[in-house]
C-alpha cells in the first residue's frame, strides 16, 4: 500500500492493483464506507424513532389484556410486563418495517452459474396470525440462476423478513419464493418450510409431534420433474 501524488488536494492510494482517489486524506472508499454507515444510522433512528411513537399503544392494550385476564398490572411482577410485552412484539414483527431491497443491498452479483444453489436448514420464528403463538422450523431453499446469483446470508435475510410478520406458513412460503423471483429472475425457485405450530400444540388438538409442511415451486422447479426431485433430494440429505 502507498499514497502517490495526484494533483494538489487529491492523491491516489494503491492497494494491490486497486487505485482509489483520495482528497485530503481520504480515499473514495472511505469516504463511501462513512456515507453508507451514516445512512444506515439514520435509518436506524428513523426506525427507532417510529416504534417508540408505537410502543405507548401498545403497552395500553397489553395493561388491558392483564385486567381482562383477572390479573392486578400493579403487583410487583406485573409492573414492567406491558412495556417489556409490548417490546418484544415490536421484535417478533419487525419484518413490517423492512423491505427487500434494505437487505440486499447491491448483494447481487453476476456469475457464470447455471446449476441448482440450494441454502436448507434456515432457522425460522414466526407468529400464527390467528392465534399470536408461535410456529418454528427450517426453511429450504433452491434458485437456478441466470447468470445472477446473492450473497448466500441474503437468503436467510429474507426469511427473517417474512417470517417476523403474523403469519400464516402457506403463505409465508409463497412470499419467501416470489421475493427470490422478484430480486433474482431466476429459470425458477423452490422453497419448503417444515414447521411445528404451537397452536396444535399447546393449545386445540394438542398434538405434541405434528409438523406442517408446505411448499412453493416456481419456474423450472415446477416444470420440469427432473430439477423438482434433485432439490428434493438434496434437501433430505
Do not use: W
Not at 492497494?15 to 473514495?28: L, T
Not at 405507548?56 to 392494550?61: I, W
Not at 400493579?74 to 421484535?91: C, H, I, N, V, Y
Not at 446470508?153 to 419464493?177: D, G, H, N
Request: aromatic share 6%; proline share 4%.
Amino acid at each position: 500500500m502507498e499514497h502517490q501524488p495526484g494533483g494538489a488536494d487529491v492523491q491516489c492510494y494503491y492497494n494491490g492493483d486497486v487505485q482509489y482517489p483520495c482528497h485530503k486524506g481520504f480515499s473514495d472508499l472511505h469516504c463511501e464506507m462513512r456515507r453508507a454507515l451514516k445512512q444506515y444510522k439514520l435509518e436506524q433512528c428513523s426506525q427507532e424513532e417510529e416504534e417508540g411513537d408505537m410502543l405507548p399503544a401498545l403497552e395500553d392494550a397489553y395493561t388491558t389484556i392483564l385486567k381482562g385476564l383477572g390479573e392486578n398490572p400493579a403487583r410487583q411482577g406485573l409492573l414492567l410486563t406491558p412495556k417489556r410485552a409490548a417490546k418484544a412484539m415490536q421484535f417478533l414483527t419487525k419484518g413490517y418495517q423492512e423491505t427487500i431491497g434494505d437487505i440486499l443491498n447491491d448483494a447481487v452479483f453476476d456469475e457464470d452459474h447455471d446449476e441448482l444453489v440450494i441454502v436448507k436448514d434456515i432457522d425460522m420464528f414466526s407468529l400464527c396470525e390467528h392465534h399470536l403463538v408461535p410456529f418454528f422450523g427450517k426453511v429450504h431453499i433452491g434458485y437456478l440462476p441466470r447468470k445472477r446469483v446473492v450473497g448466500l446470508s441474503k437468503l436467510a435475510r429474507i426469511v427473517e423478513i417474512y417470517s417476523r410478520r403474523l403469519q400464516v406458513q402457506e403463505r409465508l412460503t409463497k412470499q419467501i419464493a416470489l421475493a427470490i423471483t422478484e430480486a433474482l429472475k431466476p429459470a425458477g425457485v423452490a422453497v419448503v418450510i417444515e414447521a411445528s405450530h404451537m397452536c396444535m400444540v399447546m393449545r386445540g388438538v394438542q398434538k405434541m409431534n405434528s409438523r406442517t409442511v408446505t411448499s412453493t415451486m416456481l419456474g423450472v422447479l415446477r416444470e420440469d420433474p427432473k430439477t423438482r426431485e434433485e432439490f428434493l433430494a438434496l434437501i433430505k440429505n
